[in-house]
């Protein structure tokens, strides 16, 4: 049955190209062009393929304990069948549904799949990329033991870095439920897809540039304050190289990517898109400083990290603007 109200395409496509007009890094997430979604499905299938593969050539396997697998299940099944059943939704909470159950959906097995790779590219990986990273620091005078000295000397920073690193998953969050409301599917559709370039580009880099991080690499003797990182790095590269860690825990993956970082490379991608939302573009900005600025020590990252997770983010974004001519023209959406 056909919707009985305006596709927002429509709407979508006026508001990009008067807002672009004012403010033309908001053409880095279009709204006048339509990732299809069968594109998007093809490359999540693909990915779960060369994942599966990953997995068989490190010798990995899943685990997943029973009740959560159970759980991880039932809840995509219901999402599929939910966005099936109101493909053509009969009115507006409908369409907010299908479109927030799409997008969540979509960006959840993204980031499922990306963490499950980290851990067979680490395992496949040889050497640590350390020395050269912070040979880059040193050039550009960044001081990570300087920059970890000044938190653990201001313990009242502590928490409020902690929840700024955090907020990698706050503004997906944010991004895709004002999407779902507004309508703007073009827009939801080009940020998941750079989304998922952005992943697979960083795991292409994360075969050249395993490292232990800072925190295992320059710090010696006690640990004054553990980041939210941890020593993941230090811990499980090496456990996964030498076969001494075997199944994957689906529920508690670690981040395991030094660099590129991928928040940076999310906090990227995320200002892009809020960029061309007036009453977002802020409040996301100022949140994904605070994250950039938490993420250093939290995320036990280099600056050289950060830089070519940035260069990765707007590598990204050019590929996408690349690409826009081949995508559909955002009003024939329905």
């Given amino acids: 049955m056909a919707s009985s109200f305006p596709a ?23 709204g006048d062009r339509l990732v299809p979604l069968r594109w998007i499905a093809a490359a999540l299938a693909m990915s779960a393929v060369a994942v599966g593969l990953l997995m068989a050539e490190a010798g990995l396997t899943l685990s997943v304990p029973t009740l959560d697998a159970l759980s991880i299940t039932a809840a995509f099944l219901l999402a599929a069948v939910a966005r099936f059943v109101l493909r053509s939704p009969a009115a507006p909470w409908q369409r907010v549904l299908r479109d927030t159950v799409e997008y969540v959906g979509l960006f959840c097995s993204i980031s499922l799949l990306g963490a499950v790779a980290s851990y067979a590219v680490a395992a496949t990986s040889t050497g640590f ?10 050039i550009l005078r960044f001081d990570w033991v300087r920059w970890y000295d000044f938190e653990v000397a201001h313990p009242a920073l502590v928490p409020v870095s902690r929840i700024a690193y955090q907020s990698i998953f706050v503004t997906p969050a944010i991004l895709l439920g004002y999407f779902a409301f507004q309508g703007r599917k073009a827009e939801a559709r080009w940020f998941i897809a750079s989304f998922w370039l952005a992943a697979v580009i960083t795991l292409l880099l994360f075969t050249c540039f395993p490292a232990q991080g800072p925190l295992g690499f ?19 590269i090496p456990a996964l190289r030498d076969h001494a860690i075997r199944a ?13 970082s991928f928040h940076t490379v999310s906090a990227v991608l995320y200002i892009a898109a809020a960029w061309p939302i007036a009453r977002l573009r802020w409040p996301i900005l100022l949140l994904n400083a605070a994250m950039l ?5 939290e995320g036990t990252h280099y ?15 050019a ?11 955002a009003y024939r959406a329905g």
């Fill in 303 to 317: 600056l050289t990290d950060m830089i070519v997770g940035a260069l990765v983010a707007l590598a990204t974004l």
């Fill in 129 to 138: 990329a350390d020395r050269s990273l912070e040979t880059f620091d040193h």
């Fill in 8 to 30: 927002p395409g429509a709407a979508t496509i006026e508001r990009a190209l008067t807002e672009g007009q004012r403010f033309p890094l908001g053409l880095l997430c279009r």
């Fill in 248 to 260: 994957v825990p689906l529920v508690g993956l670690h981040g395991l990517v030094s660099a590129p």
């Fill in 319 to 329: 590929t996408m603007m690349l690409l826009a001519p081949r995508f559909v023209p």
């Fill in 218 to 236: 320059l710090w010696h003797g006690p640990i004054p304050y553990m980041p939210t990182s941890a020593m993941y790095q230090v811990d499980l």
């Fill in 293 to 297: 600025l938490a993420t250093p020590v």
